[in-house]
Nanobody, 112 residues
Framework: QVQLVESGGGLVQAGGSLRLSCAVS????????MAWYRQAPGNERELVAT???????DYRDSVKGRLTISRDNARNLAFLQMNSLKPEDTAVYYC??????WGKGTLVTVSS
């Protein structure tokens, strides 16, 4: 059974940093695009960043220059380094694998 487990969320002040991790078990991530989504209260889930099997990242405009997605195929991990956080980054962050596999999410709260 494939499982994705996010960790690293928490409460941080505006301007601070967090590093989210996504640990995948039950399969290898090597052949799959990995992604991070987020969902703020009252909003739809939105795509934050993707990273291809070859390591090419892509970001939504509002996070460019502040968030960095990465992957470690050997350890079956994906990461989201979050710097210069803003209150509008507050959301539950979800790891996604291959477009259809999801973790349960980790809450990020940015205080002003």
């Amino acid at each position: 059974q494939v499982q994705l487990v996010e960790s690293g969320g928490g409460l941080v002040q505006a301007g601070g940093s967090l590093r989210l991790s996504c640990a995948v078990s039950g399969t290898t991530i090597r052949f799959s695009t990995m992604a991070w989504y987020r969902q703020a209260p009252g909003n739809e889930r939105e795509l934050v960043a993707t990273i291809s099997t070859g390591g090419t990242p892509d970001y939504r405009d509002s996070v460019k220059g502040r968030l960095t997605i990465s992957r470690d195929n050997a350890r079956n991990l994906a990461f989201l380094q979050m710097n210069s956080l803003k209150p509008e980054d507050t959301a539950v962050y979800y790891c996604n694998m291959a477009g259809n596999l999801w973790g349960k999410g980790t809450l990020v709260t940015v205080s002003s």
